[in-house]
């Protein structure tokens, strides 16, 4: 018996049974043959014995009855299991999911773990191993990600951050991790040890102009860019080959009124900035060295008071949260970076939406709703249009705050 599999990602490896017995170990994409012969008659039943790290496989034409050819139609099909974590400011928790079918969240056990005090924003490293969270307390607490998704805290469970800690992020490399504080104006600069454990840099932190609200690394990991809220500016930095933040010879641009959010598009050439006051989002061309250039048309109109923007991992689409209108704005984007609204320019969420997510696969967007304890789950059509699944809305904490999907570790 032969069969064909897809999906699995390289370097990993899964077993297959044939009627509970005849173990098959796979570990490449393509044909597999079950080794030992059946007669003419008998009955065949292919399941998985084990996953491989990180995956879901799924057999197909995997049982019936041996004709007198061989059997050539068994199908295995992998994909890699998706995890979500969403920071309740209002009851210092993190709740964690897996996308199940269909795109909805579903709860994994324990459905919430315990946070640094106001948990404001949650960023995971690329390997999908560790995950870092920074709130108000004035720490970052610190994770391992376990075989189910769920988050165990490290020793130590905390490293000191500054007061009122807004934003985490990693780097692509997954080496270094930064910290925006807005209680003291500050970014707080890790190294990130082979454990995962965060350990202050020599220049543990330094002034980043007033009340930083967030940070964004390029893909290139060689460029730093944080929004100061009270300056109505973004800030930019290099990133030195010891992961240390330098401000650039232009150490900031200027933006619309109380900027809040800034993300980078996955090709590494754009950056849009939503502001706050300005009920718009500021949009850029990304140098190649890394500095910050306003488009032509400097920014695009959103809902009042947009806070988080994201754009899809095809380059192709970006969604932003309207806080004061309960909406999502969203836009395609064009081949010189611009945005333009869709037909249906916005869609509803909850009520007083934070941040929004895409997930890893491009099909799924996800919302978190302050007031309503919930996030609202989106699926992305192929012009990347929002629609909302047949179960809307998922429960959380008490005021969730940011969300972050994540491919699981495979290794």
Not at 57 to 86: D, E, H, Q
Not at 96 to 123: F, R
Not at 226 to 239: D, H, K, P, W
Not at 398 to 406: D, E, Q, S
């Amino acid at each position: 018996m032969t069969g064909t599999i897809s999906g699995l990602v390289s370097g990993t490896q899964m077993t297959l049974l044939n009627r509970g017995g005849d173990a098959l170990t796979v570990n490449g994409n393509g044909t597999f043959g079950f080794s030992t012969s059946m007669a003419s008659g008998s009955e065949y039943a292919v399941g998985v014995a084990t996953q491989p790290k990180g995956q879901t496989c799924t057999v197909s034409n995997g049982s019936g009855t041996i004709a007198a050819s061989n059997v050539t139609s068994i199908g295995v099909t992998c994909t890699r299991i998706v995890l979500v974590y969403v920071t309740n400011a209002g009851s210092s928790a993190v709740s964690q999911y897996t996308i199940g079918e269909g795109g909805t969240l579903t709860p994994i056990s324990p459905a919430s773990v315990g946070a640094v005090s106001t948990p404001y924003s949650v960023s995971v490293d690329p390997s999908g191993k560790y995950a870092y969270v920074a709130g108000w307390g004035g720490v970052v607490s610190q994770y391992t990600i376990g075989a189910s998704g769920a988050l165990t805290p490290m020793t130590p469970a905390n490293v000191t951050a500054g007061p009122q800690s807004q934003a985490v992020i990693v780097d692509p490399s997954g080496k270094y991790a930064y910290a925006a504080n807005v209680g003291d104006s500050t970014i707080s600069q890790y190294t990130i040890g082979v454990n995962g454990a965060l350990t202050p840099m020599p220049t543990a932190k330094f002034n980043a102009g007033s009340n930083p609200s967030s940070i964004a690394v390029d893909p290139t990991g060689k460029y730093a860019y944080v929004t100061s809220f009270n300056n109505n500016t973004i800030l930019q930095y290099t990133i030195g080959a010891d992961g240390a933040l330098t401000p650039m010879a232009t150490a900031g641009v200027l933006t619309g009124p109380f900027p809040y959010s800034v993300t980078v598009s996955p090709s590494g050439k754009y950056a849009y900035v939503t502001s706050m006051g300005g009920s718009g989002v500021f949009q850029f061309t990304i140098g190649a060295d890394g500095a910050l250039t306003s488009m032509t048309t400097a920014s695009v109109g959103a809902g009042l008071s947009p806070t988080s923007v994201t754009v899809d991992p095809s380059g192709k689409y970006a969604y932003v949260v309207n806080q004061t209108d309960n909406t999502v704005s969203q836009y395609t984007i064009g081949a010189d970076g611009g945005l333009s609204p869709m037909a249906t320019a916005s869609v509803a969420t909850g009520i007083v939406p934070n941040a929004i997510t895409v997930d890893p696969t491009g099909k799924y967007a996800y919302v978190t709703n302050y007031t309503s304890n919930t996030v609202s789950q989106f699926k992305i059509g192929a012009d990347g249009a929002l629609t909302p699944m047949t179960s809307a809305f998922v429960s959380t904490g008490n005021g969730p705050i940011a969300i972050v999907t994540t491919y699981a570790a495979t290794n």
